[in-house]
């Protein structure tokens, strides 16, 4: 991972659910990024009726990245 992503570093191979600036909603480990875009492995594609595997690993833009989100709780 490039090394302005200190954040990123710490939660590598973390999981995350992304959504882009289209709605679309993506689950998945964080598996690296760099300037331009964010490798999610064993991801899915999710939204509030269905959860559907994605093939390979995913890229994803961080131009279209609106929000990433941790789904596990925090104390």
């Known amino acids: ?8 570093r710490q939660v590598h191979l973390q999981r995350f659910v992304v959504t882009l600036t289209n709605g679309e909603t993506f689950d998945g480990l964080l598996a690296d990024a760099d ?3 964010v490798k999610l ?6 939204d ?14 961080r131009t ?3 929000y ?8």
């Open 35 to 37: 300037d331009n875009s």
């Open 1 to 8: 991972m490039n090394r302005r992503d200190r954040l990123l």
């Open 41 to 46: 492995v064993g991801a899915f594609a999710i």
């Open 64 to 66: 279209q990245i609106r």
């Open 48 to 61: 509030e009726k269905s959860r559907e595997s994605v093939d390979g690993d995913l890229y994803l833009p």
């Open 68 to 75: 990433m989100q941790t789904p596990e709780g925090r104390p």
